[in-house]
């Protein structure tokens, strides 16, 4: 079955390995600037929900403290260590 992300067929499957990544709070500092707490609005400008999974281990964690890969893919930090981002 095909894994699908934003209404799109992405791939057959769900990657086992991380593409190199970042943070998720320097993707809201780019997106809405720097400020000592985000709030809803500024996720969904960010366009990061406040609360992820992650891709592999699908642990459930904050969007600012998640591991999101070049692909756009979430991991959260013993899967992109272990899995060899």
């Known amino acids: 079955m ?3 992300r ?3 067929v992405v791939s057959n499957s769900i990657p086992d390995l991380p593409a190199a990544y ?3 709070i320097d993707l809201l500092r780019d997106k809405v600037g720097e400020k000592s ?5 500024d996720h969904k400008a960010a366009g990061l929900p406040m609360i992820v999974a992650c891709t592999h281990c699908t642990m459930t ?3 600012a403290s998640a591991l999101i890969d070049v692909d756009g893919y979430i991991w959260c930090a013993d899967c992109a260590e272990t899995r060899g981002a």
């Open 2 to 4: 095909p894994y699908v």
């Open 6 to 8: 934003e209404g799109l």
């Open 61 to 63: 964690m904050a969007g």
């Open 37 to 41: 707490a985000y709030e809803w609005d």
């Open 22 to 24: 970042r943070v998720g």
